[in-house]
């Protein structure tokens, strides 16, 4: 008996040693995390999949004409044709800036280091001389612009028409001077502001 314990023993250890690992436990911070964030990602994608809200108009009254009367004939009214209204709020910070605003103006070089053309929209806040937002025109991929913009405040966003990396970017606000010469740098991660 004595010399089968150490060579029960000995087979024992080397079995264990063997052996494959026992795997190891979840940890429950690691489950919740997977939780929280398969949560976002489906809000998120319910989000993105949600119609757009779009306007439809009501649909318009076709008069019609009674049958002629043997008596007397109806008379024919123009039809009028309803004209267009300004926003509900009328504040005119809230549409396109003026062709020729008034005030002082600063040249903006707008330089696309993107691998795509962009459509920037630039808002200017409000000045004594104008407000509202200036559309450029579209910038070729790793072109530039130069524009003359009224001295204030603007607020930017863009849409990079990247197929591979279509992006809608906007902010920070910044602020022009005519004596400024004002790069605004647009890539893929949003803008950059260079003063000299």
Not at 60 to 74: I, K
Not at 94 to 107: D, E, I, R, T, V
């Amino acid at each position: 008996m004595k010399k089968v314990l150490p060579l029960i023993l000995g087979l024992t250890v080397l079995l264990a040693a063997c052996a494959p690992k026992a795997t190891p436990t979840i940890d429950a911070a690691s489950v919740q995390a997977s939780a929280v964030a398969m949560a976002f990602t489906m809000a998120a994608q319910t989000q993105a999949a949600l119609p757009t809200a779009t306007a439809t108009l009501p649909p318009t009254e076709t008069p019609t004409l009674a049958p002629p009367s043997p008596t007397f004939a109806l008379p024919t009214f123009p039809s009028v044709l309803p004209t267009a209204t300004t926003s509900a709020s009328g504040d005119p910070c809230n549409s396109l800036m003026a062709p020729n605003p008034g005030g002082p103006k600063s040249n903006l070089l707008i330089d696309n280091r993107t691998k795509a053309a962009i459509n920037l929209s630039l808002w200017l806040s409000p000045t004594p001389f104008s407000c509202g937002y200036a559309r450029l025109p579209t910038i070729a991929s790793k072109g530039s612009y130069m524009a003359s913009l009224p001295e204030g405040c603007y607020y930017p966003a863009v849409y990079i028409n990247d197929p591979k990396k279509q992006r809608s970017l906007s902010g920070p606000s910044f602020c022009i001077h005519s004596t400024d010469k004002i790069t605004l740098v647009v890539d893929y991660t949003g803008f950059k502001v260079l003063y000299p």
